[in-house]
């Protein structure tokens, strides 16, 4: 049996003592300020073995983590449709990046960008009944947890200063690729961004990516086509313009978020969320990526 616990632990002690933790994310202001000496880790093997250490239980902003389970949700409802209005190549763009739109007539390169995730949500306002409350359950169910809650201070504070997601929503409607009203699918993009979730929950929500499909309590949410799909999708473009770098470094599909967190798995074998605020220069949490690269070079263990 691999030492978990204690390489996590291991990790968690160096990164403690680490003076360069990066960046906190400033552009959300609700967001800035948050104690960048903040550190979890929570690691679920495929027996439903749990470890973790320091913050890991510490509620965050898991921000764009979340572009995985509106993904996961719309692709269960709508199936391969999908693809008819979203690409899924890596975009080599920041995720706030519109050149590229406009350049490609309105379908966005990847579901992981803002302007793709925004598109995701607009499937998902079309499709569920209560959006906001219908996604919020289906999030609690993954994560086997009801006490999973948006932020409202966070979703309003970044409905004051998202102007870059306004601008790609009207130049999604201009291209005729968004069906609903922008101020809907808006706010409902900017509450999923702004779900509160420490990193226990967020591994348990991920276990179905490492677990074909299936939750830690073994019922069924997508088909192993469609879990493969989204573990390649995380595996090249969930780092933003960094993805490269991520697979390099660690091996493992995951995602990040401008919140500090990331989710990565290993399938079949374990799913981990780290939580460490501070952000390197393309955006992703910088000492949990070095943890992540720790774990993979301890254990030997990647998709490599
Ligand atoms: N809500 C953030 C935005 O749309 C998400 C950014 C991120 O985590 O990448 O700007």
New binding site residues.
């Given amino acids: 049996m691999i030492g978990y616990q204690n390489i996590i632990d291991n990790i968690a002690k160096a990164a403690k003592k680490n003076k360069d933790k990066g960046k906190i994310a400033s552009?959300?202001p609700e967001l800035a300020s948050i104690d960048i000496n903040k550190f979890g880790i929570h690691l679920i093997d495929a027996d439903n073995n749990n470890f973790s250490t320091g913050d890991a239980l510490e509620g965050f902003s898991i921000?764009?983590v979340s572009k995985v389970l509106s993904l996961a949700h719309s692709f269960g409802l709508v199936g391969n449709d999908l693809w008819k209005r979203i690409d899924v190549e890596p975009s080599g763009d920041p995720?706030?990046h519109l050149s590229l739109l406009e350049l490609e007539n309105g379908i966005p390169r990847n579901p992981f960008i803002?302007a793709g995730a925004i598109v995701v949500a607009d499937i998902l306002v079309s499709h569920l009944k209560n959006p906001k409350k219908d996604f919020l359950n289906f999030v609690q169910k993954l994560a086997n947890d009801k006490t999973i809650r948006y932020n409202e201070k966070v979703a309003l504070s970044?409905k004051k200063t998202?102007f870059?997601?306004y601008a790609a929503a009207n130049l999604l409607k201009s291209y005729g690729n968004l069906i609903n009203d922008v101020d809907t699918v808006l706010d409902f993009?900017?509450h999923q961004?702004a779900l509160e979730m420490n990193c226990k929950q967020l591994a348990s929500a991920f276990f179905i990516f490492m677990n074909h499909g299936k939750c830690q309590r073994g019922k069924s949410y997508l088909n192993i086509n469609q879990v493969k799909r989204i573990n390649a999708l995380m595996l090249t473009c969930g780092f933003?313009d960094e993805a490269g770098e991520f697979a390099f470094e660690v091996g493992l599909p995951g995602k990040?978020?401008?919140?500090g967190g990331i989710v990565a798995l290993l399938p079949n074998t374990y799913c981990i969320a780290t939580w460490s605020p501070g952000l390197n220069p393309k955006?992703n949490s910088k000492l949990g990526m070095a943890a992540l690269e720790e774990l993979t070079t301890r254990t030997g263990h990647s998709i490599f």
């Fill in positions: 552009y959300i921000q764009s995720f706030n803002n970044e998202g870059r997601n993009y900017f961004c933003y990040s978020g401008v919140g955006g």
